[in-house]
């Protein structure tokens, strides 16, 4: 096994222990399993950061600590229905494409990206600021450079890139991903979606689309709040 190899796998074992702590902490826990939970994501955090610093002998040791801490509560059936997945389904994950405005991160954007990285590895396309213009009729609040640098911050993406200003559909073409998930509100079908990509010499993605938003966030909404709290505080 070479190095990539070692690399690779040591990135699939931390994303085991991710996804194991979501679904542990989605439960109805005691406030002391949940403490323990709590523990083995600060083990998780530390693993994270060794590994992108590139010390992956310290990042191997954190996600054992944390491997064991959860291993212990689900030998002991503390925490219930979760397991581990065999790192062979994780190496590989599918790349799962989002594209969006992200003019204000609301939970609505997070229920998407948390949707598309259990599906797999999330890449985010963020729209730029002349196509923003262009659909919502006016300039976003933030800039495509200052959207893409919170998009990036976002836990559950793995990679961002701004989009094309004159083709929508040419960053999927070079990105190539397995799936596309689409947010509820977005204006285009699943399948007319895929019939194009098809067209273009893109077969085999899956389009998929959520069906429902969270609550009743918009950017849109919030960026017409702001505004009318800023004016009346201006007429005051």
């Known amino acids: 096994m070479d190095r990539v190899d070692v690399v690779e796998r040591l990135r699939a074992y931390i994303l085991n222990v991710e996804q194991f702590v979501e679904k542990a902490l989605s439960q109805n826990l005691s406030e002391d399993v949940k403490r323990l939970v709590e523990l083995a994501k600060s083990y998780l955090s530390d693993a994270k950061y060794y590994y992108e610093s590139g010390d992956h002998f310290t990042s191997l040791a954190c996600i054992a600590y944390a491997e064991g801490v959860l291993d ?8 219930k229905g979760v397991d581990w997945k065999p790192l062979t389904e994780l190496v590989r994950r599918p790349t799962v494409l989002v594209a969006g405005a992200f003019e204000f991160l609301h939970p609505g954007h997070l229920h998407l990206l948390r949707k598309a990285w259990e599906m797999g590895r999330v890449h985010v396309v963020v729209a730029r600021d002349v196509n923003f213009e262009r659909f919502k009729g006016r300039k976003p609040a933030l800039s495509e450079l200052d ?18 200003e004159k083709d929508f559909f040419k960053p999927i073409l070079e990105v190539k991903p397995d799936i596309v998930l689409l947010g509820p ?25 959520l069906e429902a938003r969270v609550g009743n966030w918009s950017s849109t909404n919030i960026y017409n709040g702001l505004k009318a709290k800023i004016c009346g505080q201006d007429q005051r």
């Open 185 to 209: 509100d977005q204006w285009i079908d699943p399948e007319e979606l895929k019939k194009i990509l098809e067209e273009r010499g893109l077969r085999d993605v899956k389009v998929f689309k």
């Open 72 to 79: 212990a509560l689900r030998l002991l059936g503390i925490v």
């Open 147 to 164: 959207r893409l640098k919170v998009i990036e911050s976002v836990k559950y993406v793995s990679s961002a890139s701004l989009g094309d």
